[in-house]
Every structure is written in structure tokens, then in C-alpha cells.
């Protein structure tokens, strides 16, 4: 790293370094069987040049081959038209884990194995694969311009299981996902029975008639539709016109409801500062349906005169301020109408610039305040702004199968549910 530094001192190039350490344990297990242990170290670097006060980045994995790197970025130099401002940064902020969770790898084995002990209870299971990663995360940055010397260090656990059911001559294979701080096994597993006894409802479905509905959107439902319009909130899509929320800033675009925040340095993968250096804090994007606040980078805070709210790398921990009511008082609530409790294609069925929402989806009917049967050959119908406008009720179920964003459930009025019946 100093080298490279050295180097392109002689070549009048500033350079900044991120580099980026992950240290994984990987476990996983099919129906009775270990089939994988693995342990994995990977170093990543993120370099950053500033020649003639123009920025240009590099991403790689090597770095011992200085002089390669010094050659790219000259090229890179050459042929960018970017002429943004950028800077380095100038922290000196060291935050280390005292003591990581120590992880009895023993213990894990076990716990996945006995998911395979789910086939005594559900006869038409036919195949279980399970998985855990413990992963830990150090994060550095150096340059000399500023004497920058920063230090973070984080770890979260993760859990998969995939389970193929068989019935009435249907497959279905069930995936979840599911993130925590520190390891809570029978949490995951819960979360999978219940999700797993919505799947068997849902083996008998059908469809609906198309109209309007009284809609409970699960939380993996919401944390999906969020996730995907979470770029929206970066300056540099707002300024480009290319945001859904270009020309929002300041006016009312949600329900009083809604709260949405941004709060790293607490989140399951907790970061106290971005790939560029700037510290990051709690903020709040959204007060009471009020836009309130754009993130950005470095580049964009200087050419919006705008403070950099560390924001390199997108979200992190961004989440939805949870209600009080629990999901199966949503489910009493909606009385009458659908829960979409899955949804697909988003990365095909959204306009990130109208807003517009158009996917595939399932879910459950529910009828005088009981799931009666499941649906299948739907399709959710919306507005980015319509989800978090036409809120009847926040849940207090914040979803774990994403590390950036986590939300709760949401009870919502007259969505457009599109069936075949």
C-alpha cells in the first residue's frame, strides 16, 4: 500500500486506499449430511487517484503489482471526461470489536441437521439443505495527502435453508434467508416453520378476481419493494433526474406513518464510515411521509454544496420505524382481503423512475379475519408512492433477510390486485 502511495506521488497522483478484509466460516448441510465447512479469506481494495483535480477509482483484489495500477489509472485518466471535485479523506477514527462472538461450529452442525427432522412432522418434505456463514469484516483506509489512518471492524451471521416439498403433484422448493448479530438459531427456525406453513396453504391456490383490495404486505415484501427504489434517495439520481424522488424534496410524498431511516452504526452489519472515509450517523430520509433528506458521496456533496452523508456504497441499515402491532393483529385488522407474503421480478417489474410496480406475487386470502386458502397467479399492481401512502397500520416485525433494509409489515387500503378469475 505504501508503495503504491509512493509511486504515485512520482507520477503527481494522490492516492487513497480502502482495503477491505473478510473472513468467512461457511457450514451447510443437505437433509442428514455435512456437505460443505469452509473457511474463506478474501482482501479487496478500493483504489482512490486524484490527478489535476479530477477523481478517478479502481476496484481489485491485488495490489502487489504497483506499478500495473499506476498504468491503469493513467489510462483511466486519459480517457474519463469526469470532472467532478472529489477529495481524500482526512479521519483518524479507529473502532475494533473488543471480542468477536465466538462461534461453536460444533453447535451450528447440529442445529442445521436437525432441520432434516422437519420430514417426521411434514410428510411431503422431501429434501432440506441448510446453511450458516459467520462472517467477520475489517475495513481500512490510508492515504498521505491527509494522514488518514482509519480502522472498523464488524461481524453478522447469516442463515439459508432451502426445503422441496411434494403434494398433489405440485413442487415447491421454499428459500429464506435471515441476518443476525449475534447467533439465534431457534429464531431462524421459526421464522421458517412459519413461512413453511404458509407454502403448504398455499399448495392449493388460486386466483382472484382483478380489483382493488384491503392488502397486508409481509415485511420481506416491503423490505424488496424499498430495496429497490433505495437508491432513489441518492443525490446523484435526484440532480441526474433520473429519481423517482427528483423534485420531492421537502414535500409530503408518504403516509404519517412512514419513517424511514438510515442508521449504520447500529445496523446488523454495523459501519461507522463509508468506503471514501466520511463518518456516517443516524439520519432521517423520511419524517412522517415528509422526504426530508438526500444521501450522497463525496463527489456529490461538493457539486450540490451539500454536507457528504456517507453514502459511498449506497444504504446501510436502512429501515422503516416499526408500529406496534404484531402480524397476526394485522391479519385480524385486514379481516377481509389478501396478504402478499411473496413477490417476484422486481429487477423487471419496476419503472425506478415513475414509481410504478408491476410483479408476480402469492399469497393467502383472508376471509371475516382467517386465512382460508392460498393465491397464486397474481399480480401486485402499484406505485412505490401508493405502498407507503395508503397505510392503515404499521407492524412491529422488522424483516432480517436483508443487510441494508429492514421493515415491518404494512396494512394498506385499495391495491390493485391483478388474477385471472
Known amino acids: 500500500m505504501n508503495k503504491l502511495i509512493e509511486l504515485g506521488k512520482k507520477h503527481n ?58 498504468n491503469t489509472l493513467e489510462e483511466i485518466f486519459n480517457t474519463s471526461d469526469n470532472k467532478n471535485s472529489n477529495k481524500l479523506c482526512s479521519g483518524n477514527v479507529k473502532n475494533k470489536v473488543k471480542d468477536y462472538e465466538k462461534i461453536d461450529n460444533t453447535k451450528v452442525k447440529e442445529d442445521l441437521l436437525s432441520l432434516n427432522e422437519l420430514k417426521n412432522k411434514y410428510s411431503c418434505i422431501k429434501t432440506v439443505e441448510a446453511e450458516f456463514s459467520h462472517a467477520e469484516i475489517g475495513k481500512f483506509i490510508t492515504n498521505e495527502l491527509n494522514n488518514c489512518d482509519m480502522e472498523d471492524e464488524t461481524y453478522f451471521n447469516s442463515y439459508g435453508a432451502s426445503v ?43 386466483s382472484v378476481e382483478t380489483k382493488k383490495y384491503k392488502v397486508l404486505l409481509a415485511n420481506n415484501v416491503v423490505a424488496s419493494i424499498l430495496s429497490t427504489f433505495s437508491a432513489s434517495f441518492q443525490s446523484k439520481g435526484i440532480y441526474l433526474n433520473e429519481s423517482v424522488l427528483s423534485d420531492k424534496l421537502n414535500k409530503k410524498i408518504f403516509s404519517d406513518k412512514i419513517t424511514i431511516i438510515e442508521d449504520s452504526p447500529n445496523g446488523i452489519l454495523n459501519s461507522n464510515f463509508d468506503s ?13 411521509g415528509t422526504f426530508v433528506k438526500e444521501i450522497n458521496n463525496i463527489e456529490y456533496a461538493i457539486k450540490l454544496e451539500k454536507d457528504a452523508t456517507g453514502n459511498a456504497n449506497g444504504v ?3 429501515y422503516i420505524e416499526k408500529g406496534s402491532k404484531t402480524f397476526d393483529e394485522l391479519v385480524k385488522e385486514l379481516n377481509n382481503g389478501i396478504i402478499i407474503d411473496e413477490a417476484y421480478g422486481f429487477h423487471a417489474g419496476v419503472d425506478k423512475k415513475t414509481g410504478n410496480i408491476s410483479v408476480q406475487a402469492e399469497g393467502l386470502l383472508v376471509q371475516n379475519g382467517k386465512i382460508t386458502k392460498g393465491l397464486n397467479m397474481i399480480i401486485l399492481s402499484t406505485n412505490f408512492f401508493e405502498v407507503f401512502t395508503n397505510v392503515i397500520e404499521v407492524g412491529n416485525d422488522l424483516s432480517k433477510f436483508s443487510l441494508s433494509v429492514s421493515t415491518p409489515s404494512l396494512l394498506l ?6 388474477g385471472k378469475e
Open 13 to 70: 497522483i494522490d492516492i487513497e486506499i480502502f482495503k477491505e478484509k473478510n473472513n468467512s466460516t461457511d457450514i451447510s448441510t443437505l437433509n442428514d449430511k455435512v456437505k460443505l465447512f469452509q473457511i474463506t479469506n478474501v482482501t479487496s481494495y478500493i483504489i482512490k487517484a486524484i490527478k489535476n483535480n479530477r477523481c478517478v477509482k479502481i476496484v481489485t483484489e491485488n495490489i502487489n503489482d504497483v506499478e500495473e495500477i499506476i
Open 316 to 318: 446501510n441499515n436502512l
Open 276 to 288: 471514501e472515509g466520511t463518518l456516517k450517523k443516524k439520519q432521517v430520509l423520511v419524517d412522517k
Open 413 to 418: 387500503d385499495n391495491i390493485t390486485i391483478a
Open 164 to 206: 422441496t416439498v411434494e403434494k398433489n403433484n405440485q413442487t415447491r422448493v421454499l428459500y429464506i434467508g435471515f441476518y443476525t448479530k449475534e447467533y439465534n438459531f431457534d429464531e431462524f427456525k421459526e421464522y421458517l416453520l412459519k413461512k413453511l406453513d404458509y407454502l403448504l396453504i398455499k399448495l392449493d391456490s388460486t
